[in-house]
């Protein structure tokens, strides 16, 4: 671990380092949590801790069907699936939001890939404040509708600003086709409540990727 300056939690200073025992993880790709965490949080968000202004993060939704697949429906259940058995939940639905995630759909046109997540409004000082998750015409058979509420779990996660993907197929963020698992691992879910369990500002960048003494998971 390397040895660092002061950053300022609101006006609060903040010694670095602070304790990040390295966690043990499932996936054979990543030596410990930490490791994985800086690796789905360096696009966009370059290992700096940022947080949403509230939790449960609000889904906005809108009618949207292509065929006998209602994408509304499997986003709802995507974010179900994120939210169990967690202390706290993720995600809620919430039509009034005027933050958070609103579902976007393209109903003239496919879109490549067929879904994805775009950060489309910033706060004052760089924090996302919006993201779309965009879907096109793309699936329109009630056979697809699987594999269009595993796409909107991978798309979550980044929702959760896990923006990276992860080389493990056994993660929802493998980033080499599209994912082959239904539901968040438990690596993933481990990542996301590190993250947002960490002061916001924090440099992960600043730590190191040895193993160290693991914890328990």
Same mark, same amino acid.
């Given at each position: ?20 025992? %390295?966690?043990? !993880? ?7 949590? =930490?490791? =994985?965490?800086? @690796? ?10 940022? #947080? ?8 906005? =939704?809108? @009618? ?6 209602? =994408? ?13 058995? @967690?202390?706290?939940?993720?995600? +809620? ?11 976007? &759909? ?5 879109? #490549? ?7 489309? %409004? ?8 919006? !993201? &779309? ?16 509420? %595993?796409?909107? !779990?991978? +798309?979550?996660? &980044? ?5 990276? &993907?992860?080389?493990?197929?056994? #993660? ?10 239904? @539901? ?11 993250? #947002? ?15 160290? +003494?693991?914890?328990?998971?």
């Amino acid at each position: 671990m390397k040895t660092a300056g002061t950053i300022f939690i609101g006006k609060i200073p903040l010694q670095l380092p602070i304790p990040l025992p %390295r966690q043990q !993880v499932n996936s054979s790709h990543y030596a410990n949590l =930490l490791e =994985l965490l800086k @690796e789905l949080t360096t696009p966009f968000f370059n290992q700096i801790v940022t #947080h949403w202004p509230d939790y449960p993060i609000p889904i906005r =939704l809108v @009618e949207a069907t292509n065929g006998p697949i209602d =994408l509304a429906a499997c986003l709802t259940e995507a974010a179900e699936i994120w939210n169990q058995n @967690e202390p706290t939940p993720w995600f +809620e639905v919430d039509s009034s939001a005027s933050w958070g995630i609103r579902l976007v &759909h393209f109903q003239d046109r496919e879109i #490549h890939p067929p879904l994805a997540a775009q950060i489309t %409004r910033l706060d004052s000082i760089g924090r996302p404040l919006r !993201v &779309h998750l965009l879907a096109g015409t793309n699936y329109n058979s009630l056979l697809a509708r699987p594999y269009v509420v %595993r796409g909107f !779990v991978h +798309e979550l996660g &980044h929702a959760l600003f896990l923006w990276g &993907h992860s080389t493990d197929r056994i #993660h929802c963020l493998w980033g080499l086709a599209p994912p082959l698992v239904s @539901e968040p691992s438990e690596d993933e879910r481990k990542a996301a409540r590190l993250w #947002h369990g960490l002061p916001d500002g924090l440099d992960l960048s600043q730590y190191d990727n040895l193993p160290g +003494e693991l914890s328990s998971p």
